[in-house]
């Protein structure tokens, strides 16, 4: 249980693209989802949290008109980079927060999303 | 504010041999801490949580960590490495046992030779 897919896996795109990401928790509910970067050999960095049904709370220096997050499901949060730039090219990984059960208040995170900008 | 620190951005070890990997935190209040694992081009998977029930936790993988307040770590340990157990570990820490708002460590690569 407590699975969380991404898609796509990787993704390059041109410079001044949009690019879509989708994060899914597979076999639970997720009212709250959370949207992670991490660059090269770096730690992950909280972008924005995404709770379903409300606007998403993003972290202190991060364009939320840039990266526009949508979780309009239980089960499905998306990430899209507006006018991405070589830049924004990252592993952009997403977690779901578990409710209820075995599951309640733990963060099951994706495989991740490889986000190359050319 | 809170914060984690490991000690060391690549450790190696033997196969078979100890495997000790350095954490320690910053909180002022009683922290929820976690050690994760990430594989290449993968996500991260938990490998154990403290949440104040026990100060020695057992996670998977036969990992474990002990809280130390008294010295402000949480030290990753396993008696055997493996192979497989070549990764990437975080240490993180959170405000609340909701596990929102994790902060995560800088990361130690585990080298494992044969």
Same mark, same amino acid.
């Given at each position: 249980g407590a699975v969380v897919s991404q898609h796509p896996s990787w993704v390059i795109c041109k410079s001044g693209t949009s690019v879509k990401i989708e994060c899914r928790s597979l076999d639970f509910q997720a009212t709250t989802m959370f949207w992670y970067r991490q660059f090269p050999k770096q730690s992950l960095m909280l972008m924005a949290t995404s709770n379903e049904g409300s606007k998403a709370t993003y972290e202190q220096g991060v364009e939320k008109d840039k990266f526009l997050i949508n =979780?309009?499901?239980?089960t499905l949060s998306t990430l899209t980079v507006t006018?991405? =730039?070589?830049?924004?090219s990252s592993f952009y990984i997403c977690s779901a927060l578990g409710t209820g059960g075995?599951?309640?208040d733990t963060q099951y995170f994706g495989p991740g999303t490889r986000l190359t900008v050319l | 504010a809170q914060s984690v620190t490991q000690l060391g951005s690549h450790v190696s070890v033997s196969e078979g041999a100890l495997v000790l990997l350095r954490c320690n935190y910053s909180s002022s209040v009683p922290p929820y801490l976690f050690w994760y694992v990430q594989y290449p081009n993968q996500g991260l998977q938990l490998l154990l949580k403290y949440?104040?029930?026990?100060t020695l936790v057992k996670g998977i993988n036969g990992f474990e960590a002990e809280f130390k307040k008294s010295e402000t770590s949480f030290h990753l340990t396993k008696p055997s490495a493996h192979m497989s157990d070549a990764a990437e570990y975080f240490c993180a820490v959170s405000f609340?046992?909701?596990?929102?708002?994790i902060i995560f460590g800088k990361g130690t690569r585990l080298h494992i030779l044969p």
């Open positions: =979780h309009a499901s239980l006018s991405a =730039h070589p830049e924004d075995l599951l309640a | 949440t104040s029930a026990a609340t046992l909701r596990d929102d708002k």
